[in-house]
């Protein structure tokens, strides 16, 4: 029967193979004829999978899901060992929002036949809609060894899904030396620079790529994400919104839309992107946790956590949706919520990252109910673990510091006066986390001169891009190419940052705050291109401040935190670098001391704004009932009138902060000033 004839009267006369090839060619322009051709060939052998296998397809094309849906079932019981059935029931089940048994059709057709690019590529895709990047990541490099088949390409593709980084990146370069513009290979490397969190070097990569294939949407895809993972927000819209216009219900595209909208403070569309995204597919339980987040900044507390609750619903190991109740602050485990925890840290199968969330996530629970010891436990085992995956310098931080003193002297600062943007629009508050640098903005928000926004940055961004890309072996550039800066180039970096930061601005409030904590590393390149912008330091006691960052586990950035000598060190480090420019700019940095905020708020605030130039407004003591977003993690607590809660924490843990006392040697004794030099 395979080799027959078809009946007189069909547009093809050859054999069934013929008759299915042409079929498929009408597939993707003319679907009701594939249609048609399907149903002449079944017409002629009735049950012949292949045919039935186009017709579903014909039906899919045309927008006919629920048909094709109903075809591709009977098929895959008739047929149950045929990978590609199982590929075109997941791509169904994917496009009508059934993420779940997508994800299972289309893993039981890899079990059948490993070596499917689509089953891949479709796979990873589903699984950046349940937000399991790792796996995600994994199916990607598995689909690129599918769909490549040079030898040097699969074997860095088994590299790369075999996490052995190195060899894969060693693989990848010795390939484009003599195919410079193979985009697979290109997507590739950048997915190992992306995994090594080299950004800079991953955005490069795809940017080659996307200018030899505009149309690799699987590469703009990870360009858009390389370029948030950076804060570069603007651009990174821009790419997901040309993504959207080709594919405008892909939900991959759809959250990283919102969770872009929500860092550009655009939290109305962003919500609105998220609930749509999740009632077309709600299984997502890391959708629902980003779209807590959104909520948690609009103030939908009560909101927020129901999201969060409906993430644990749908994966009970997510230690991150735990920990984002956590973070909260005015949130309180219940017992069973504990013993859901405890049970969930006994498991063998937990990932390190759902491990650490889940101690940190504990270890406040603990702390709620005085259990301080137990607690401690936690939080030690979380920061352990974390710092494991993201290890950290000390001594490179103290270079730092030694450079920027020799380069920022008083002779600096006098050639250069009068140089940069003569702007005063910027207010930074800089820093450590967790040293009431959100009470600061959002005591200055809540004065109608000044605008918050959130924690920028475009300090940074500009500092990496002036350091460039270095050898190991090789001099830091930075702080010392500042010496090298024209005045007009030191115009044009600060013009620059107010241009890059003008996204941030919602209102027409003159003023507005960046605060990034960190960047009290980089006041004398500040002074330099924006000698009159105001910068504040917040200051909390160092026990409670450091403290209060190990116990905290941040998205990213502050690797010091996660070890009681590290953050001791750099409390250390900040507060001699802040005391050199107190002696080299005399006034040029004004102190908020976060205790003296809570015993005299109303002499400290007047302080505050008279060194902002701005007059005296009743509201910046009512700064709990400003109903802006905030994106700390201190958010719930500046919704309160100021308390002492921040200043009695530490003490309950004074037992085993010995490595942080030791770590901050004469700082500690001297606070709230700097120790002599």
């Known amino acids: 029967m395979r080799g027959a004839p078809l009946s007189s009267g069909t547009e093809a006369t050859g054999t069934l193979e013929v008759a299915l090839a042409h079929a498929g060619r009408l597939l993707a322009s003319k679907p009701e004829l594939a249609a048609a051709q399907a149903s002449e060939i079944l017409n002629v052998v009735?049950?012949?999978?292949?045919?039935?296998?186009?017709?579903?397809?014909?039906?899919?094309?045309?927008?006919?899901?629920?048909?094709?849906?109903?075809?591709?079932?009977?098929?895959?019981?008739?047929?149950p060992r045929w990978a590609a059935a199982h590929v075109e029931l997941g791509r169904l089940h994917a496009y009508r929002g059934q993420t779940t048994a997508a994800i299972s059709a289309l893993r039981q057709s890899l079990l059948l036949k490993a070596d499917q690019p689509d089953g891949w590529r479709l796979l990873a895709d589903q699984l950046d809609v349940t937000g399991e990047t790792a796996a995600a990541e994994d199916a990607r490099a598995r689909f690129i060894k599918a769909?490549?088949?040079?030898?040097?390409?699969?074997?860095?593709?088994?590299?790369?899904?075999?996490?052995?980084?190195?060899?894969?990146?060693?693989?990848?370069?010795?390939?484009?030396?003599?195919?410079?513009?193979?985009?697979?290979?290109?997507?590739?490397l950048a997915e190992v620079a992306g995994r090594l969190r080299r950004y800079g070097d991953s955005e490069a990569l795809l940017e080659r790529c996307l200018s030899l294939a505009p149309g690799f949407e699987a590469a703009r895809h990870n360009y858009a994400i390389v370029l948030y993972r950076q804060q570069k927000i603007a651009r990174a819209l821009e790419e997901v919104l040309q993504l959207l216009a080709v594919d405008p219900q892909n939900p991959g595209y759809q959250s990283l839309q919102a969770a872009i909208l929500a860092q550009l403070g655009d939290l109305t569309e962003s919500l609105a992107v998220y609930e749509r995204v999740l009632a077309t597919h709600p299984h997502q339980p890391k959708g629902w946790m980003s779209y807590g987040h959104a909520l948690k900044t609009a103030r939908r507390t009560d909101d927020s956590i129901a999201a969060y609750r409906r993430a644990i619903e749908q994966q009970p190991t997510l230690g991150e949706a735990?920990?984002?109740?956590?973070?909260?602050?005015?949130?309180?485990?219940?017992?069973?919520?504990?013993?859901?925890m405890r049970q969930a840290l006994a498991r063998t199968d937990l990932s390190d990252d759902d491990r650490l969330h889940f101690d940190f996530a504990l270890g406040k629970a603990l702390e709620d109910d005085a259990c301080y010891a137990e607690s401690f436990e936690h939080y030690a085992a979380g920061n352990e673990r974390r710092r494991r995956l993201t290890p950290y310098s000390a001594e490179r931080t103290h270079e730092h510091l030694l450079r920027a003193c020799a380069v920022f002297d008083e002779s600096f600062f006098a050639k250069r006066s009068g140089v940069g943007?003569?702007?005063?629009?910027?207010?930074?508050?800089?820093?450590?986390?967790?040293?009431?640098?959100?009470?600061?903005?959002?005591?200055?928000?809540?004065?109608?001169?000044?605008?918050?926004?959130?924690?920028?940055?475009?300090?940074?961004?500009?500092?990496?891009?002036?350091a460039g890309t270095r050898a190991p072996d090789e001099a830091p550039r930075y702080p010392s190419i500042l010496t090298t800066l024209s005045s007009a180039e030191c115009l044009a970096l600060g013009e620059r940052y107010l241009a890059q930061t003008r996204v941030q601005r919602k209102t027409d409030a003159p003023f507005f705050i960046d605060k990034m904590p960190n960047n009290f590393a980089h006041v004398g390149f500040i002074h330099l291109i924006l000698p009159n912008a105001k910068i504040i330091d917040a200051r909390r006691h160092p026990l409670g401040c450091c403290f209060s960052?190990?116990?905290?586990?941040?998205?990213?950035?502050?690797?010091?935190?996660?070890?009681?000598?590290?953050?001791?060190?750099?409390?250390?480090?900040?507060?001699?670098?802040?005391?050199?420019?107190d002696r080299v700019l005399p006034g040029r940095v004004h102190r908020v001391i976060y205790e003296r905020m809570v015993e005299d708020t109303e002499a400290e605030v007047r302080?505050?704004?008279?060194?902002?130039g701005l007059p005296f407004d009743e509201r910046c003591l009512r700064f709990y009932e400003?109903?802006?977003?905030?994106?700390?993690?201190?958010?719930e607590q500046v919704r309160r009138p100021i308390n002492r809660e921040g200043m009695d924490q530490w003490p309950h843990y004074e037992p085993w902060l010995g490595p942080l006392k030791e770590a901050l040697g004469p700082v500690l004794p001297a606070y709230p000033h700097a120790p002599s030099a």
């Open 46 to 79: 009735p049950g012949y999978p292949p045919a039935r296998l186009l017709l579903a397809q014909a039906h899919r094309v045309q927008g006919e899901w629920a048909r094709a849906l109903e075809l591709m079932r009977d098929l895959v019981a008739a047929e």
């Open 147 to 188: 769909a490549n088949r040079d030898p040097q390409l699969m074997a860095a593709a088994t590299a790369l899904v075999d996490n052995k980084i190195p060899e894969a990146e060693a693989l990848l370069r010795q390939h484009l030396k003599a195919h410079d513009t193979d985009v697979a290979a290109l997507r590739m």
């Open 322 to 340: 735990y920990w984002s109740l956590a973070n909260l602050k005015t949130f309180r485990f219940s017992a069973h919520d504990k013993d859901l």
């Open 421 to 466: 943007s003569p702007a005063p629009d910027p207010i930074f508050v800089v820093g450590l986390p967790r040293a009431g640098s959100t009470l600061v903005e959002q005591i200055l928000a809540s004065h109608p001169l000044v605008e918050g926004t959130m924690e920028l940055p475009d300090i940074g961004g500009l500092v990496r891009e002036l």
């Open 549 to 581: 960052s190990f116990k905290q586990h941040f998205a990213r950035g502050q690797n010091f935190a996660y070890s009681l000598s590290d953050v001791g060190r750099y409390y250390a480090d900040y507060v001699t670098l802040m005391a050199h420019f």
């Open 607 to 612: 302080a505050l704004l008279d060194y902002c």
């Open 626 to 635: 400003n109903d802006r977003a905030v994106r700390t993690a201190s958010s």
